[in-house]
């Protein structure tokens, strides 16, 4: 593996665009490179290559499918938005945080409800984070194959010329303050969310479940879900809440996400125990 801890300014005024559509640096913070440009170069631990699941690219600038997104986003995802509900604005800033860390946090409160063993949670665990390792680097390939630019700077340089539907808001700014410093597409938190998803469920051979989850960055605030896959559903769409990814980022993340996963269970740790139900019933 290599560690790729920055970027030299060579690299980063290369993947820093200026055409519609480019990646660039967002305000209000502006950074001044983009983080993990050579995470695509990381030897997975599962995959056989970072580009073994790529998707294809996002939706033309001129399409509907991007003025419907671009749309969405705009209204929801501003900062103080009148559009979305107190709870979607709550949502956007919940889960605005590491978002394995929350998986993690499902996965062991999940684990002490079923009362699995030690080996039980070292398989679950093992999958849980080799899927998330190697959704790190298959979205970076993604990302920095399409370089495709933030909502916000999207938003704040929208040209009618090239989409009618598209007007510019040259203030907006996301719910959540900050964008991170690469480019949209695809979504991480679709990603690893389908990702965890698809782990427990397939581990724990059910997708109900009564548990509640905390937020590292919402200290005291909790949200209550009844069953996995909700929960992987609404920390894939606060990233439209809070103003930091489009509806398609999203979609094509959870496709990714589901894919590295189910890779992972299929062909690692498979003689390994699993929960059995009867003794729930």
């Not at 107190?86 to 889960?95: I, S, Y």
């Not at 030690?118 to 998330?132: D, G, V, W």
């Not at 700014?173 to 427990?200: F, Q, R």
Request: hydrophobic content about 40%; cysteine-free; proline content about 7%.
């Amino acid at each position: 593996m290599i560690d790729d801890t920055g970027t030299g300014p060579e690299t980063a005024s290369r993947i820093f665009g200026t055409a519609p559509g480019d990646y660039q640096s967002t305000p209000p913070n502006f950074a001044p490179q983009p983080q993990f440009t050579n995470w695509s170069h990381v030897r997975p631990f599962a995959l056989e290559r970072a580009n073994q699941f790529r998707p294809g690219p996002p939706p033309p600038l001129a399409s509907d499918a991007y003025s419907d997104a671009f749309n969405q986003i705009k209204s929801l995802g501003i900062a103080n938005s009148t559009t979305a509900t107190a709870d979607e604005a709550l949502t956007g800033r919940f889960w605005n945080g590491a978002i394995q860390n929350y998986w993690n946090e499902i996965a062991q409160t999940l684990s002490q409800a079923r009362g699995l063993s030690t080996a039980q949670n070292a398989r679950l665990f093992a999958l849980l984070n080799l899927s998330f390792a190697d959704d790190v680097i298959a979205f970076y390939d993604a990302k920095y194959t399409y370089n495709f630019w933030r909502p916000v700077t999207a938003i704040r340089a929208a040209d009618p010329a090239i989409n009618p539907e598209t007007i510019a808001d040259p203030t907006w700014l996301p719910e959540v303050g900050k964008t991170a410093p690469d480019p949209s597409y695809p979504g991480a938190h679709a990603v690893i969310s389908a990702s965890a998803a698809e782990v427990l469920i397939s581990f724990l051979e059910r997708d109900h479940a009564d548990f509640n989850v905390t937020s590292e960055v919402l200290p005291g605030v909790e949200r209550s879900f009844t069953s996995i896959s909700a929960a992987a559903e609404e920390a894939t769409l606060s990233r439209i809440f809070g103003g930091q990814h489009f509806r398609f980022d999203l979609t094509v993340g959870q496709r990714l996400g589901r894919e590295v996963a189910d890779f992972v269970v299929d062909n690692f740790l498979t003689s390994g125990q699993r929960k059995d139900d009867s003794d729930d019933k």
